[in-house]
């Protein structure tokens, strides 16, 4: 059974920096696109970050593009999101997600993907 289990979120102040990790099991890690979701009060879940099965594509929004850092160590089925320069607009549950298909290309996408409960990240002013 597939589980994803998030870690790292927490209250910080802007400008600093966090990483969150996403620990996985009950899939074979290495076939499977990996992303990172989050959702805002109020607002819908979007995209946030991907990384391809292979791990040498990244893909991310253009609201954290220079800013976050999503990566994946297949030995440890964990794929981790490098937060820094954080803003309050950052403030979110964020969400481990995996596709559902092994060996796609691209980006896990929002409705062919399995998730995590979630890490609550708050970014203070």
């Known amino acids: 059974q597939l589980q994803l289990v998030e870690s790292g979120g927490r209250l910080i102040q802007a400008g600093g920096s966090l990483t969150l990790s996403c620990a996985a099991s009950?899939?074979?890690?290495?076939?499977?696109?990996m992303g990172w979701f989050r959702q805002a009060p109020g607002k819908e879940r979007e995209f946030v970050a991907g990384?391809?099965?292979?791990?040498?594509?990244?893909y991310y929004t253009d609201a954290v593009k220079g800013r976050f850092i999503i990566s994946r160590d297949n030995a440890k089925k964990t794929v981790y999101l490098q937060m820094s320069s954080l803003k309050p607009e950052d403030t979110a549950v964020y969400y481990c997600?995996?596709?559902?298909?092994?060996?796609?290309?691209?980006?896990?996408?929002?409705?062919?993907?399995?998730w995590g409960q979630g890490t609550q990240v708050t970014v203070s002013s």
């Open positions: 009950g899939l074979t890690f290495s076939r499977y696109a």
């Open positions: 990384i391809s099965w292979y791990g040498s594509s990244t």
């Open positions: 997600a995996a596709d559902t298909l092994p060996f796609r290309t691209g980006p896990p996408a929002a409705d062919s993907s399995s």
